[in-house]
């Protein structure tokens, strides 16, 4: 029987704000850049129905703006985790084959170093050999030390959490357990301590006035560019400000059941679910609303309502981010991507037995909504955010694994259209690559590549016939899945017992049929153990720490 999964979260990194590096000097001005320019939004622990064009009652005007003047995937696939996902997304490789098989801890092995190897180059590298200005705002995540910082990975200007989690109103660093993730030698904004927060500060909004604050200075350049905005928001501590939160306290009281109903019959009338598909039962670590006191439902509605907010304010700074192309007169030549780096996440910040004093005395077991606390919204809440599928955020079930992918890009993409075929985050470097007309290097700075397991999605992109992958494959501490075709099979870990889904049937995996299917079976677990050995797949169990 699976168990709940509580993980020591990675350490509150500081926040880095890199010099900025000597920039071109003015072109005349006249014809726009023939090269697109790119905008990558990728938010944190987001489930695949948290905004309204994927079926969320939460307002998302300026995401469903791009979803109606755009393209939505309705299978596109993440990594399951943080650090896996920035490293396929960057890369265009499996997360293994790029050095981060795991976190951004180093585990002794080639494929388990925590970091972005050399034999890999990441978008801003490739665009920069088409003479991109290459801009990133947000979580990094794939590389603690100065070496390994996005400057040193082809970012011309960044500011950057270089760790996995954050405070929304001060970052504060600390040593959780026996687990030192702080990154030594970071120049550290001022005022940033629990005794002096800056006066309005917000993280999601200051990601975003560095992110305008750099395209700003594109206006004199001449040059495309690309930005990557990270935002490490809506991922615990659920934190928001006061004035979102109070849109969505109370609305939730009608409890998670409700909403998961109203999400499920919201997608399936937006055409994004096959009626065969059947909503997910709640999951069985969950009680029923009715079971709770009120006090307990008002505690899990405050919850909900401040991950609402922390979403809402997510869309609100992606209106900002397109205004500004407006501003400059770029919108027009401008891809915008949004999609989350795994599903819902499930975890509860800090597990009793792992807090130290100076944690509980940061962590402070305060209301939601109160700045200074320090909460997740667990399973409950985590549930409605990936319905309809099964399981989160860490599992390769689909719950853990998709995402919602939006593309938009007047006069380029056709308005509010679906694409079904699946696709990957291994997809988005060779699609960027492609659409800027950089060709993959063999060797980079004089290390050989290893080649791109990713699929270019410009045909996608353009409306035309796309095949997609034959397989596809994950791995994430021990879980594993294949998708081929219309078949998946899936296991968690440490059960190790492979499950088989037909998903064209079944895309909510609720009919196991590996016992009915044993050839099919044997045809996905062969692929597996040929792309992990390849990948550079390790048992997990063999590499686990005391």
């Known amino acids: 029987m699976r168990i709940r999964f509580a993980t020591a979260v990675a350490v509150l990194c500081a926040v880095l704000l890199a010099p900025v590096m000597a920039q071109s000097p003015p072109k005349t001005k006249g014809k726009g850049p023939a090269k697109p320019n790119f905008v990558l939004i990728l938010v944190d622990d987001m489930g695949f129905s948290d905004i309204g064009a994927y079926g969320s009652e939460i307002p998302t005007p300026n995401l469903d703006r791009l979803a109606a003047g755009g393209l939505r995937f309705t299978q596109f696939y993440n990594t399951s985790r943080c650090c896996p996902t920035?490293?396929?997304?960057?890369?265009?490789?499996?997360?293994?084959?790029?050095?981060?098989?795991?976190?951004?801890?180093?585990?002794?092995?080639?494929?388990?170093?925590?970091?972005?190897?050399?034999?890999?180059?990441?978008?801003?590298?490739?665009?920069?050999?088409?003479?991109?200005?290459?801009?990133?705002?947000?979580?990094?995540?794939?590389?603690?030390?100065?070496?390994?910082?996005?400057?040193a990975r082809g970012y011309d200007k960044y500011f950057a959490l270089i760790g996995g989690t954050s405070h929304q109103f001060y970052p504060h660093p600390f040593q959780l357990g026996d687990m030192d993730f702080f990154v030594?030698?970071?120049?550290?904004?001022?005022?940033?301590?629990?005794?002096?927060?800056?006066?309005?500060?917000?993280?999601?909004?200051?990601?975003?006035?560095?992110?305008?604050?750099?395209?700003?200075?594109?206006?004199?350049?001449?040059?495309?560019?690309?930005?990557?905005?990270?935002?490490?928001?809506p991922h615990f501590p659920v934190q928001a400000r006061k004035e979102?939160?109070?849109?969505?306290?109370?609305?939730?009281?009608?409890?998670?059941?409700?909403?998961?109903?109203?999400?499920?019959?919201?997608?399936?009338?937006?055409?994004?679910?096959?009626?065969?598909?059947k909503l997910s039962p709640r999951d069985s670590l969950i009680p029923g609303w009715d079971q709770?006191?009120?006090?307990?439902?008002?505690?899990?509605?405050?919850k909900m309502a401040v991950y609402a907010a922390m979403v809402d304010r997510i869309d609100y700074n992606v209106g900002r981010i397109l205004?500004?192309?407006?501003?400059?007169?770029?919108?027009?030549?401008t891809y915008v991507i949004f999609l989350s780096d795994n599903g819902a996440s499930h975890?509860?910040?800090?597990?009793?037995?792992?807090?130290?004093?100076?944690?509980?005395?940061?962590?402070?077991?305060?209301?939601?909504?109160?700045?200074?606390?320090?909460?997740?919204?667990?399973?409950?809440?985590a549930n409605v955010s990936n319905t309809p599928f099964r399981a989160f955020k860490h599992w390769e079930h689909e719950g853990g694994i998709?995402?919602?992918?939006?593309?938009?890009?007047?006069?380029?993409?056709?308005?509010?259209?679906?694409?079904?075929?699946?696709?990957?985050?291994?997809?988005?470097?060779?699609?960027?690559?492609?659409?800027?007309?950089?060709?993959?290097?063999?060797?980079?700075?004089?290390?050989?590549?290893?080649?791109?397991?990713?699929?270019?999605?410009?045909?996608?992109?353009?409306?035309?016939?796309?095949?997609?992958?034959?397989?596809?494959?994950?791995?994430?501490?021990?879980?594993?899945?294949?998708?081929?075709?219309?078949?998946?099979?899936?296991?968690?870990?440490?059960?190790?017992?492979?499950e088989l889904y037909n998903l064209k049937d079944d895309r909510t995996e609720l009919k196991n049929l590996a016992a009915s299917n044993p050839d099919k079976l044997r045809e996905l677990v062969a692929l597996y153990q040929a792309w992990a050995t390849r990948a550079g797949v390790v048992e997990w169990a063999s590499l686990q720490t005391p």
């Open 86 to 151: 920035r490293a396929a997304l960057q890369t265009g490789v499996y997360p293994h084959q790029a050095g981060v098989g795991f976190m951004n801890g180093n585990l002794g092995k080639p494929t388990y170093q925590g970091y972005l190897n050399r034999n890999v180059i990441t978008i801003a590298e490739g665009l920069k050999t088409a003479g991109y200005t290459t801009l990133m705002s947000g979580k990094w995540h794939v590389g603690n030390t100065p070496e390994q910082w996005p400057g």
């Open 184 to 233: 030594k030698n970071v120049q550290k904004l001022e005022n940033f301590t629990t005794e002096k927060k800056p006066e309005g500060f917000y993280l999601t909004d200051e990601f975003t006035d560095h992110a305008l604050g750099f395209l700003e200075e594109t206006r004199t350049e001449g040059k495309p560019f690309f930005l990557f905005t990270a935002y490490n928001a």
């Open 244 to 277: 979102d939160i109070a849109k969505y306290r109370g609305k939730y009281l009608q409890g998670w059941d409700v909403v998961r109903s109203a999400r499920y019959q919201k997608l399936l009338a937006s055409g994004m679910l096959r009626p065969e598909w």
């Open 292 to 302: 709770l006191r009120q006090s307990e439902k008002e505690a899990w509605d405050l």
């Open 323 to 333: 205004q500004k192309l407006k501003d400059l007169g770029v919108e027009d030549n």
């Open 347 to 381: 975890e509860y910040a800090f597990p009793g037995k792992k807090q130290t004093k100076e944690v509980a005395d940061y962590v402070k077991p305060l209301t939601a909504d109160n700045p200074e606390s320090y909460v997740s919204y667990e399973y409950n809440w």
């Open 402 to 498: 998709s995402t919602p992918f939006i593309v938009y890009a007047p006069g380029k993409i056709q308005p509010n259209t679906l694409q079904h075929t699946p696709a990957h985050v291994i997809d988005i470097q060779p699609t960027l690559l492609a659409l800027a007309g950089v060709k993959y290097p063999v060797e980079y700075k004089g290390a050989r590549l290893i080649p791109q397991e990713g699929l270019s999605l410009k045909d996608a992109f353009e409306g035309k016939p796309y095949a997609g992958h034959d397989a596809i494959y994950w791995e994430h501490q021990g879980n594993r899945a294949v998708r081929k075709g219309d078949w998946k099979i899936v296991s968690f870990y440490p059960e190790n017992k492979w």
